[in-house]
C-alpha cells in the first residue's frame, strides 16, 4: 500500500492505495487500483467538498483528466475537527501510475479554495520495487 499526506487551507488529505488483482486482467491489460481517502478539518470553520479533480497518469506518461460534483455521489459539508473518508477505484492501463487533484471547497462565506490531494502511486507488487 501506498500512502500520501497533503496539509492546504486547513484540510489534511490522507490517501492510500492497493492493487486489487482479482479485477485486473494482465491479457487486456488492465489493473484496477482501490485508494481510500481522508479528508480532515483542521481549521475553525466548516466547508463543503463541492467538486474533484483528478490528474490521472499511467506508466506510458498518457494522462487522464477527471472532473466531477463531490465524491462518491455526495457533497459533503465537513466540520471543524470532522472527517469524510471514502473509497473508490481507477483502472490502469499499465501496471503502475500516479493520482493527485484537488478538492474545490466551499467555506460558511461562500468562497471557494481549493485543497491539495497529495499524488499517490499506484502500483501492482510486482512493478513497486
Request: a negative charge; charged letters at 20%.
Amino acid at each position: 500500500m501506498a500512502l500520501a499526506e497533503a496539509i492546504s487551507h486547513d484540510f489534511q488529505v490522507t490517501a492510500i492505495s492497493r492493487f486489487m488483482p482479482e479485477r485486473s486482467n494482465q491479457e487486456i491489460p488492465i489493473f484496477f487500483f482501490a485508494y481510500w481517502i481522508t479528508i480532515k478539518n483542521q481549521g475553525a470553520t466548516p466547508a463543503q467538498l463541492l467538486n474533484r479533480y483528478w490528474h490521472i497518469m499511467d506508466a506510458d506518461g498518457r494522462v487522464n483528466e477527471v472532473r466531477g460534483e463531490g465524491v462518491v455521489g455526495e457533497q459533503p459539508l465537513i466540520h471543524p475537527g470532522q472527517s469524510f473518508e471514502y473509497n473508490s477505484f481507477c483502472p490502469l492501463p499499465t501496471k503502475f501510475g500516479f493520482m493527485k487533484g484537488h478538492y474545490e471547497m466551499q467555506g460558511e462565506d461562500k468562497n471557494t479554495f481549493q485543497v491539495e490531494i497529495p499524488q499517490f502511486r499506484l502500483a501492482t507488487p510486482q512493478s513497486a520495487n
